[in-house]
């Protein structure tokens, strides 16, 4: 019974450190995509606001020649009107129901993890080395710091690779005359966002591209070629002969590094059965032989013949035979 009760506990034994070692990794596995996927940057999708170019409650237009390619909402309108492609919204359901999806969209990209955040104080996103090359921005989400504004110089900046690019500036969003956002190597403007929580300015002349959502005003220079979206439901944008083109985007897309998956091998433990070895003796077989009791007549020793005694004479001599 001690035998058995040790092997039960041995194999108990093993199976709780198999167990134990077996959770470790997935945990470690788990933890590791966990920490994988807090640092995707996602594209949040716009709802109804995805169709508009410019989306504002006051919309200020001061000369001939802007267009949108898109859809133009507001509830108090340009002197000059734009030429719009799409349709025009006037404070209607399709307005307003785009002014919650535009709320809902910057609620998700400022819920977004920063993949890298700038030094303090005031950046430029075109002579930045902190983040890596000079110019080039790969995939992320990029954060300054509290009252930090982000410019972009003469250089300009390149978004290079397919994936989200989220820039979430804590300050104002300004740009530079002649400067420029360029795309490469398979980046989209359906995939750049920015989120300034101060007013964007775009100067004169340039090129943007991305959806700046900025219910703190978008003021666009004279003739700015944007491809993406200004949407500031609740604030103003301005523009003055520009050129707005809402970029034909599929569904939102997600940019993730992929997870190294380590694949243990179980590790297989045989216990040989124990042998029991158990010694019987052989029972001894006693055949036991009864012998009549031997009956030894009695010797009967024969006895003398004795000789007939003479009558003793007083006097007379005895006389032996």
């Known amino acids: 019974m001690s035998v058995s009760r040790h092997l039960r506990s041995s194999r108990r034994a093993r199976f709780g450190v198999a167990t134990s070692a077996t959770g470790l990794i997935a945990l470690t596995l788990s933890l590791t995509v966990i920490s994988t996927a807090a640092h995707a ?62 709320g809902s969209a910057l609620a998700s990209l400022n819920g977004q993890a920063c993949t890298f955040t700038f030094p303090a104080g005031a950046v430029d996103l075109a002579t930045d080395t902190s983040h890596g090359t000079i110019g080039v921005y790969s995939p ?34 300004t740009s ?12 989209s403007s359906c995939d750049v966002w920015w989120t300034p929580t101060a007013a964007t300015t775009l100067g004169s002349p340039s090129t943007f591209l991305g959806t700046d959502i900025d219910a703190s005003g978008i003021t666009v220079g004279s003739t700015v070629n944007w491809t993406g979206r200004a949407l500031a439901f609740g604030g103003t944008v301005s523009s003055t002969t520009d050129t707005f083109t809402v970029p034909t985007c599929s569904s939102p897309t997600t940019t993730t590094v992929a997870a190294t ?35 030894t007549p009695p010797t009967t ?9 003479s009558p003793i004479v007083p006097g007379q001599v005895p006389v032996t035979g």
């Open 301 to 309: 020793k024969p006895k003398t013949p004795t000789a007939p005694t």
């Open 261 to 295: 998956t380590t694949t243990v091998a179980p590790t297989t433990t045989t216990v040989a059965p124990a042998t029991t070895t158990t010694t019987v003796k052989p029972r001894s077989s006693t055949t036991t032989t009864t012998t009549p009791p031997t009956t």
């Open 41 to 102: 940057a996602t594209d949040p999708g716009l709802g109804l606001a995805s169709t508009f170019g410019v989306l504002s409650s006051t919309y200020s237009n001061t000369a001939i020649g802007t267009t949108i390619t898109g859809d133009l909402g507001y509830t108090t309108g340009p002197a000059v009107a734009p030429t719009v492609s799409g349709s025009t919204h006037v404070a209607d359901s399709t307005y307003n129901q785009a002014g919650t999806d535009q």
């Open 140 to 173: 992320g989400v990029y954060c300054t710091t509290a009252s930090s504004a982000a410019s972009i110089g003469t250089a300009g900046i390149t978004l290079t690779g397919n994936g989200t690019f989220i820039f979430r500036i804590e300050g104002a969003l």
């Open 176 to 187: 530079v005359a002649n400067s420029a956002v360029r795309l490469a190597s398979g980046a």
